[in-house]
């Protein structure tokens, strides 16, 4: 059976998906599959040189999702960019690359812009740290952010040597230096999450991996859950995204996540595998039918306890 994203009430769920087409054409591809929201490229995401926005594509996706309803737009930074590279010649192409994503975000009008920190092979973690939120600071400069509600999303890693933002500490310690320059905001992967070896898959683990979370981050702060079962073990730091409820971590996570109060506020975005067509479909349809049967079984349950006290 297809639930229908207006049965889940505000609650907003999508998938990353393609711009063939041109950028618009995501929105009518996540409306067709039952999505209110959606993350994008803005350009090819393994070359530096970049596409310009068409002016008529900006109008037009802002057009459909007013009249679709689909937001926010997410856009995911290109792969290549290293804010903290030990590279100098690397790291200042990835500033102008990491402008150029903000501007497109920008004109696309997109709410959120996640990022992936980098690497700092080669220096200390905390010399990684202070590349990065130099790099991002001077990636803004003259940029006309301000009051148009755009966040810059650091988003979690798996954990692989090196790499930053592989723990919910290194996150926050991220966004804490960049608040006083940048708009900034936090994007959560449940794949880096479990196989950086939070255990968000028992009860148990789950609701000590969330308060780590506000400890460290805040729950509030958190703006986008990306949603990916995974395809290797809790711990393993490696980072091979499977479809919802096919991998190691199966579907109780997504429920709880996707049912719990504290990330209400948030978008939840599936970047799972598309090896046959309608896989994006069913990915979306899995994470909308956890919230569905979560509330339906709430009703009966309050339905229950209604003939009871009668």
């Given at each position: 059976?297809?639930?229908?994203?207006?049965?889940?009430?505000?609650?907003?769920?999508?998938?990353?998906?393609?711009?063939?087409?041109?950028?618009?054409?995501?929105?009518?591809?996540?409306?067709?599959?039952?999505?209110?929201?959606?993350?994008?490229?803005?350009?090819?995401?393994?070359m530096w040189k970049a596409q310009k926005v068409v002016p008529?594509?900006?109008k037009r996706m802002r057009e459909l999702r007013a009249q679709f309803d689909v937001s926010p737009l997410v856009i995911h930074t290109s792969y290549l960019v290293n804010l903290c590279s030990q590279n100098e010649e690397v790291r200042q192409k990835s500033i102008a690359a990491?402008?150029?994503?903000?501007?497109?975000?920008?004109?696309?009008?997109?709410?959120?812009?996640?990022?992936?920190?980098?690497?700092?092979?080669g220096l200390t973690r905390e010399r990684g740290l202070e590349l990065a939120a130099e790099s991002i600071t001077e990636s803004l400069n003259r940029l006309a952010w301000q009051g148009t509600g755009f966040q810059i999303l650091i988003e979690n890693t798996a954990g692989a040597q090196f790499s930053l933002g592989g723990s919910f500490k290194q996150v926050a310690e991220l966004v804490a230096r960049l608040r006083p320059t940048a708009p900034m905001g936090v994007c959560l992967d449940t794949?880096?999450?479990?196989?950086?070896?939070?255990?968000?898959?028992s009860a148990e683990g789950y609701e000590a991996t969330v308060r780590q979370i506000d400890e460290t981050?805040?729950?509030?702060?958190?703006?986008?859950?990306?949603c990916n079962d995974a395809k290797a073990a809790m711990g393993s730091k490696l980072d091979r995204h499977q479809n919802i409820g096919q991998g190691?971590?199966?579907?109780?996570?997504?429920?709880?996540?996707?049912?719990?109060?504290?990330?209400?506020?948030?978008?939840?975005?599936?970047?799972?595998?598309?090896?046959?067509?309608?896989?994006?479909?069913?990915?979306?349809?899995?994470?909308?039918?956890?919230?569905?049967s979560s509330a339906g079984r709430r009703s009966r349950k309050k339905?229950?306890?209604?003939?009871?006290?009668a």
């Amino acid at each position: 059976m297809t639930i229908s994203s207006e049965r889940i009430g505000s609650k907003r769920i999508g998938i990353h998906l393609g711009t063939g087409g041109g950028p618009s054409s995501a929105v009518e591809r996540a409306h067709e599959i039952g999505a209110n929201t959606f993350q994008i490229f803005s350009s090819s995401p393994r070359m530096w040189k970049a596409q310009k926005v068409v002016p008529e594509q900006a109008k037009r996706m802002r057009e459909l999702r007013a009249q679709f309803d689909v937001s926010p737009l997410v856009i995911h930074t290109s792969y290549l960019v290293n804010l903290c590279s030990q590279n100098e010649e690397v790291r200042q192409k990835s500033i102008a690359a990491f402008r150029g994503e903000v501007e497109r975000a920008l004109e696309l009008g997109a709410e959120y812009l996640v990022l992936h920190p980098g690497s700092w092979n080669g220096l200390t973690r905390e010399r990684g740290l202070e590349l990065a939120a130099e790099s991002i600071t001077e990636s803004l400069n003259r940029l006309a952010w301000q009051g148009t509600g755009f966040q810059i999303l650091i988003e979690n890693t798996a954990g692989a040597q090196f790499s930053l933002g592989g723990s919910f500490k290194q996150v926050a310690e991220l966004v804490a230096r960049l608040r006083p320059t940048a708009p900034m905001g936090v994007c959560l992967d449940t794949c880096h999450s479990h196989v950086a070896g939070y255990d968000l898959v028992s009860a148990e683990g789950y609701e000590a991996t969330v308060r780590q979370i506000d400890e460290t981050i805040g729950c509030a702060e958190v703006k986008v859950w990306h949603c990916n079962d995974a395809k290797a073990a809790m711990g393993s730091k490696l980072d091979r995204h499977q479809n919802i409820g096919q991998g190691t971590m199966g579907l109780e996570p997504f429920r709880r996540l996707l049912n719990d109060d504290r990330f209400a506020h948030c978008a939840f975005i599936a970047e799972t595998p598309v090896d046959e067509p309608g896989d994006d479909k069913r990915n979306v349809q899995a994470l909308l039918d956890l919230v569905a049967s979560s509330a339906g079984r709430r009703s009966r349950k309050k339905l229950a306890g209604h003939q009871q006290m009668a």
